[in-house]
């Protein structure tokens, strides 16, 4: 008998296919602290999440039987994954099954914010009839702005346009190509802060992606633009949107999510006339409720009875003699993924893998899912080696793999070419006995770096004195370089410089080197 354990409120009606298994026992018990849930996982070989469960390390580490943790909805923030991986417990969830209750919510929470809604409502409860105060705005023929055109994003955007709106759309793997068919204007962040009457973000929340509207955005956006989020607290900066509303430039907010939730009782949204709030709901209508239970208890007896499943967020499954050739790669494989989509400038149509060597002689699929991971990792937090591929596919990105059985240089090389409409970048590396993981090429320039923590990669003309004048601006401002590289083809044609620095370069110093004469490209990279 398997034991699943159902750890907070998930619809009865989605579950049912668990509860009607003969070989399996579904018990639910809500509520409970990390400690209570510590003192019975043990007993249990799944567990059923949404949101309010945090199923942390301590919690895995107790779940000597846990095979599956099942998350009734998309976001596995409140999951975590690392200690799942490290102990081999598979994490799935069910990301499709409410993608309609959060965009209806958004679009609720556009119109309620237009017309102040909840504002109204409250007065004329409190006996008041006033009908002076609520002259709200129409959605049609108004812009809006969205950043995020996944899932939840592009049905927005589709019922935006029924709403005779124009539509502007931001997102890393959103292509001229896809945005047209959606007919949504490809924008910048920028370009929809200073152009939108309504922005609305459905982003996961990444390092990236932490106040992508922030203090910067707001100064250039048009008075009386309206701001919405039901993604996840902390894309919008809070505080920021908070003096923009106070000064006039933001007319009202509409938010269903938090930095912290739930927020504390002194918030500065809960006291604000212009910011209508909800207490994450967009995924609680009865229809996605079920989805996601149905969705996810389905994936959770086939990880049970040990069949094949779709929606892992984390498992690798490798054969064990693949695994023992391609295993020494896999981090060096994420890394250059990482390093070169950190590289390339709009939005990534095709990734080029190329092996060469004796790696070429074993399946490489493994290796490559580790490689396009590592590129679509930079804005999807939920990707990883088991779904790598189908979010690439989902993103209509081609992916080509070339093998040669020799290389001219190394044993083995794994190159990376990311080809957007602005450019092509390539980044390759191999692993050198006794020196571990290096990058030994960049673009066209040979290169042997390290690929770890911050790096500044700079390309500049190939002149005396360059390098003397990015390290004193560097020292200058405290920045402290542990190592230097510079590639270059020719002697006094272009160059690249790779610099290890101990800290991560603050903004200003990178807009200063930006300015130094004879360089003409500055990126920051960490990894
Ligand atoms: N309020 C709720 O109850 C609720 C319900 C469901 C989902 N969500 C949240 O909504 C968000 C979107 O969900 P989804 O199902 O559409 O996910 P999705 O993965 O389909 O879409 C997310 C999109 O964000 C894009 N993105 C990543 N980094 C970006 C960046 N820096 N700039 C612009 N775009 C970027 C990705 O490329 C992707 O297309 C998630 O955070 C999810 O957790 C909230
Ligand atoms: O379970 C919920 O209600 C939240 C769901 C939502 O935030 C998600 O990421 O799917």
Same mark, same amino acid.
């Given at each position: 008998?398997?034991?699943?354990?159902?750890?907070?409120?998930?619809?009865? #009606?989605?579950?049912?296919?668990?509860?009607?298994?003969?070989?399996?026992?579904?018990?639910?018990?809500?509520? #409970?602290?990390?400690?209570?849930?510590?003192?019975?996982?043990?007993?249990?070989?799944?567990?059923? $999440?949404? *949101?309010?469960?945090?199923?942390?390390?301590?919690?895995?580490?107790?779940?000597? !039987?846990?095979?599956?943790?099942?998350?009734?909805?998309?976001?596995?923030?409140?999951?975590?994954?690392?200690?799942?991986?490290?102990?081999?417990?598979?994490?799935?969830?069910?990301?499709?099954?409410?993608?309609?209750?959060?965009?209806?919510?958004?679009?609720?929470?556009?119109?309620?914010?237009?017309?102040?809604?909840?504002?109204?409502?409250?007065?004329?409860?409190?006996?008041?009839?006033?009908? !002076?105060?609520?002259?709200? %705005?129409?959605?049609?023929?108004?812009?809006?702005?969205?950043?995020?055109?996944?899932?939840?994003?592009?049905? $927005?955007?589709?019922?935006?346009?029924?709403?005779?709106?124009?539509?502007?759309?931001?997102?890393?793997?959103?292509?001229?190509?896809?945005?047209? !068919?959606?007919?949504? !204007?490809?924008?910048?962040?920028?370009?929809?802060?200073?152009?939108?009457?309504?922005?609305?973000?459905?982003?996961?929340?990444?390092?990236?992606?932490?106040?992508?509207?922030?203090?910067?955005?707001?100064?250039?956006?048009?008075?009386?633009?309206?701001?919405?989020?039901?993604?996840?607290?902390?894309?919008?900066?809070?505080?920021?949107?908070?003096?923009?509303?106070?000064?006039?430039?933001?007319?009202?907010?509409?938010?269903?999510?938090?930095?912290?939730?739930?927020?504390?009782?002194?918030?500065? &949204?809960?006291?604000?006339?212009?910011?209508?709030?909800?207490?994450?709901?967009?995924?609680?209508?009865?229809?996605?409720?079920?989805?996601?239970?149905?969705?996810?208890?389905?994936?959770?007896?086939?990880?049970?009875?040990?069949?094949?499943?779709?929606?892992?967020?984390?498992?690798?499954?490798?054969?064990?003699?693949?695994?023992?050739? #391609?295993?020494?790669?896999?981090?060096?494989?994420?890394?250059?993924?990482?390093?070169?989509?950190?590289?390339?400038?709009?939005?990534?149509?095709?990734?080029?893998?190329?092996?060469?060597?004796?790696?070429?002689?074993?399946?490489?699929?493994?290796?490559?899912?580790?490689?396009?991971?590592?590129?679509?990792?930079?804005?999807?937090?939920?990707?990883?080696?088991?779904?790598?591929?189908?979010?690439?596919?989902?993103?209509? #990105?081609?992916? %080509?793999?070339?093998?040669?059985?020799?290389?001219?240089? &190394?044993?083995?090389?794994? *190159?990376?070419?990311?080809?957007?409409?602005?450019?092509?970048?390539?980044?390759?590396?191999?692993?050198?006995?006794?020196?571990?993981?290096?990058?030994?090429?960049?673009?066209?320039?040979?290169?042997?770096?390290?690929?770890?923590?911050?790096?500044?990669?700079? *390309?500049?003309?190939?002149?005396?004195?360059?390098?003397?004048?990015?390290?004193?601006?560097?020292?200058?401002?405290?920045?402290?370089?542990?190592?230097?590289?510079?590639?270059?083809? $020719?002697?006094?044609?272009?160059?690249?410089?790779?610099?290890?620095?101990?800290?991560?370069?603050?903004?200003?110093?990178?807009?200063?080197?930006?300015?130094?004469?004879?360089?003409?490209?500055?990126?920051?990279?960490?990894?």
């Amino acid at each position: 008998m398997y034991k699943v354990l159902v750890s907070d409120p998930i619809s009865d #009606l989605g579950i049912q296919q668990l509860n009607d298994a003969v070989d399996v026992i579904v018990d639910k018990k809500t509520g #409970l602290k990390e400690d209570e849930l510590i003192a019975i996982i043990g007993d249990y070989d799944a567990l059923l $999440v949404r *949101s309010q469960t945090k199923v942390t390390e301590r919690i895995m580490e107790a779940g000597k !039987k846990l095979k599956v943790v099942g998350r009734a909805g998309v976001g596995v923030d409140n999951i975590d994954l690392e200690a799942a991986t490290k102990r081999g417990i598979v994490v799935i969830n069910a990301p499709d099954g409410n993608t309609i209750a959060t965009c209806e919510l958004t679009f609720a929470m556009m119109m309620s914010v237009a017309r102040q809604i909840p504002q109204a409502y409250k007065k004329t409860v409190s006996g008041e009839w006033d009908r !002076k105060t609520f002259v709200g %705005v129409e959605l049609r023929a108004k812009v809006l702005g969205i950043i995020g055109m996944g899932r939840i994003g592009s049905e $927005v955007a589709k019922r935006a346009k029924v709403f005779g709106m124009e539509v502007l759309g931001y997102d890393p793997f959103l292509t001229e190509d896809r945005a047209e !068919k959606m007919g949504v !204007k490809l924008c910048t962040v920028n370009e929809i802060a200073a152009q939108a009457d309504f922005i609305t973000v459905h982003t996961p929340l990444t390092p990236e992606t932490r106040h992508i509207i922030g203090k910067a955005q707001f100064n250039i956006m048009k008075k009386g633009v309206r701001i919405i989020n039901c993604a996840r607290g902390g894309i919008v900066d809070e505080l920021a949107l908070v003096d923009a509303i106070n000064q006039g430039i933001v007319a009202g907010a509409a938010f269903d999510v938090f930095e912290e939730e739930p927020p504390a009782a002194d918030h500065p &949204f809960l006291n604000n006339p212009n910011i209508i709030v909800t207490p994450h709901l967009g995924a609680s209508t009865i229809e996605a409720q079920e989805n996601v239970a149905i969705d996810v208890s389905e994936e959770v007896l086939h990880i049970l009875r040990n069949e094949p499943f779709k929606n892992a967020v984390n498992m690798p499954p490798v054969p064990a003699n693949v695994l023992s050739v #391609l295993q020494p790669y896999f981090q060096l494989g994420e890394k250059l993924g990482r390093f070169v989509g950190k590289l390339t400038e709009g939005a990534v149509q095709e990734i080029i893998v190329n092996y060469a060597g004796d790696l070429s002689d074993v399946d490489t699929t493994p290796l490559t899912r580790h490689i396009v991971k590592g590129v679509l990792i930079n804005h999807l937090e939920e990707v990883n080696i088991v779904n790598a591929m189908h979010m690439a596919k989902l993103r209509e #990105l081609n992916i %080509v793999v070339q093998k040669a059985t020799t290389s001219k240089t &190394f044993t083995n090389l794994v *190159s990376v070419t990311l080809k957007s409409k602005n450019e092509e970048r390539t980044v390759a590396g191999t692993l050198l006995s006794g020196y571990g993981e290096r990058i030994v090429q960049i673009d066209q320039y040979p290169v042997d770096i390290a690929p770890e923590g911050n790096m500044l990669l700079i *390309s500049h003309s190939d002149k005396p004195g360059i390098i003397g004048r990015v390290g004193t601006l560097l020292g200058n401002n405290q920045v402290n370089i542990a190592s230097m590289q510079v590639g270059r083809k $020719v002697i006094g044609g272009s160059a690249v410089m790779v610099l290890s620095i101990d800290k991560e370069a603050p903004r200003e110093v990178l807009e200063e080197l930006g300015q130094l004469t004879d360089l003409l490209h500055v990126k920051a990279i960490s990894l």
